[in-house]
């Protein structure tokens, strides 16, 4: 059994997630590659229920899914991911919020590779 580090497996499953759609379509490239900056600038309770109210939940799931494989095991789906921002302590808040950015940007790395149109879609 080899050991990975928490990066090596949000890469992992965003991989896995990303490579699953084949070629994502337009919305959620453009979204995979502004939400990080999302969850920085408004934070991530604020950043998931604005994804959830524009119908973005292929992109909310697949982020919970990564979280998940990433070392939060209550996040399970876009909804379990709301809950959690809702009602986390303070520090358990906050060190989601960071995993949810490195989480958002190995998304965006794979969409940027896997549709090499989407790097300039969201500029």
Partial sequence: MS???RSQQLAQEAYVRVAARGQP???YTGFAKKFPA???TCGLAQAVAFALAKKEHDYI???ANVLK???HPRVASAETLKEQTINEEVSAYLRLSRDAIDAATWLKRYVE????DAA???D
């Fill in 3 to 5: 050991v990975h580090t």
């Fill in 25 to 27: 379509k337009g919305d």
């Fill in 38 to 40: 999302l969850i920085h």
């Fill in 61 to 63: 799931n697949d982020l």
């Fill in 69 to 71: 494989a990433g070392g």
């Fill in 113 to 116: 590779a896997v549709a090499p």
């Fill in 120 to 122: 300039q879609e969201g």
